[in-house]
């Protein structure tokens, strides 16, 4: 329980800090000034990161699916009166589709294992629905939890550079959510309410279609 506890407080610390300088520098996100203070609070205290993970990540874990549950409530705030259903529909099955093939097209030609090619169909979705994915597809789940990191951190790192001539909330907020999830979306709200709305509602509709279909599909090849 104490080991659990200062696994918590170390990671707390390290975002409390993280985030004053993620306001100076918002190019870079919280969870990359986090880790950094992380790993220098671990080397500081002496402590292995294989215990910080074995001790915290269950907890974590746990937690992360509480808050992807929590999406439902900026979710219930939208307006979809004026929503162009039509392209949403067809920017979220492109989406879904090419950031499934895309990443599995490229570690294929790469020649790299299969469970590999599995780990990178889930990059396009958020941990918690990423981890059950992995486990459909007996994916390595550590591969896919950096995998979804570094996917959400690259593209909130790279948005204001691609979305500096994009002006319309909605259409930025929906692209963060779609390319980078989580960290996308947490990245949206510092643009606006309306941008952490659609970013939210990007990655929570895009997760479920792609946890849908992404399983039955693969299952699907394998039975033959």
Same mark, same amino acid.
């Given at each position: 329980?104490?080991? +659990?506890?200062?696994?918590?407080? #170390?990671? @707390?610390?390290?975002? @409390?800090?993280?985030? *004053?300088?993620?306001?100076?520098?918002?190019? +870079?996100? /919280? +969870?990359?000034?986090?880790?950094?203070?992380? #790993?220098?609070?671990?080397?500081?205290?002496? #402590?292995?990161?294989?215990?910080?993970?074995?001790?915290?990540?269950?907890?974590?874990? =746990?937690?992360?699916?509480? &808050?992807?549950?929590?999406?439902?409530?900026?979710?219930?705030?939208?307006?979809? $009166? $004026?929503? *162009?259903?039509?392209?949403?529909?067809?920017?979220?099955?492109?989406?879904?589709? !090419?950031? /499934?093939?895309?990443?599995?097209?490229?570690?294929? @030609? @790469?020649?790299?294992? $299969?469970?590999?090619?599995?780990?990178?169909?889930?990059?396009?979705?958020?941990?918690?629905?990423?981890?059950?994915?992995?486990?459909?597809? =007996?994916?390595?789940?550590?591969?896919? +939890?950096?995998?979804?990191?570094? !996917?959400?951190?690259?593209?909130?790192?790279?948005?204001?550079?691609?979305?500096?001539?994009?002006? $319309?909330?909605?259409? !930025?907020?929906? %692209?963060?959510?779609? %390319?980078? =999830? %989580?960290?996308?979306?947490?990245?949206?709200?510092?643009?606006? !309410? &309306?941008?952490?709305?659609?970013?939210?509602?990007?990655?929570?509709?895009?997760?479920?279609?792609?946890?849908?279909?992404?399983?039955?599909? &693969?299952?699907?090849?394998?039975?033959?």
């Amino acid at each position: 329980m104490i080991a +659990i506890l200062s696994g918590f407080f #170390i990671t @707390l610390i390290a975002y @409390l800090v993280a985030k *004053p300088l993620n306001q100076k520098i918002p190019q +870079i996100p /919280v +969870i990359v000034f986090g880790m950094f203070f992380v #790993i220098g609070l671990l080397f500081l205290f002496g #402590i292995p990161y294989e215990n910080y993970m074995a001790n915290v990540n269950p907890f974590f874990n =746990h937690l992360l699916g509480y &808050v992807t549950v929590a999406l439902a409530i900026p979710l219930a705030a939208m307006r979809y $009166d $004026d929503l *162009p259903l039509k392209a949403i529909v067809g920017i979220l099955v492109f989406a879904s589709i !090419s950031a /499934v093939a895309l990443p599995m097209g490229l570690a294929y @030609l @790469l020649h790299m294992a $299969d469970s590999t090619i599995m780990a990178f169909a889930t990059r396009a979705v958020t941990t918690p629905i990423a981890i059950n994915i992995a486990t459909l597809l =007996h994916a390595p789940i550590s591969l896919v +939890i950096l995998i979804v990191i570094l !996917s959400g951190v690259i593209g909130a790192a790279f948005s204001p550079l691609i979305l500096r001539h994009i002006n $319309d909330e909605r259409a !930025s907020g929906l %692209a963060l959510g779609l %390319a980078a =999830h %989580a960290i996308g979306t947490a990245q949206a709200w510092q643009r606006g !309410s &309306v941008a952490g709305r659609y970013a939210a509602f990007g990655m929570a509709v895009n997760a479920t279609f792609t946890a849908i279909w992404l399983p039955s599909f &693969v299952l699907f090849l394998n039975s033959f």
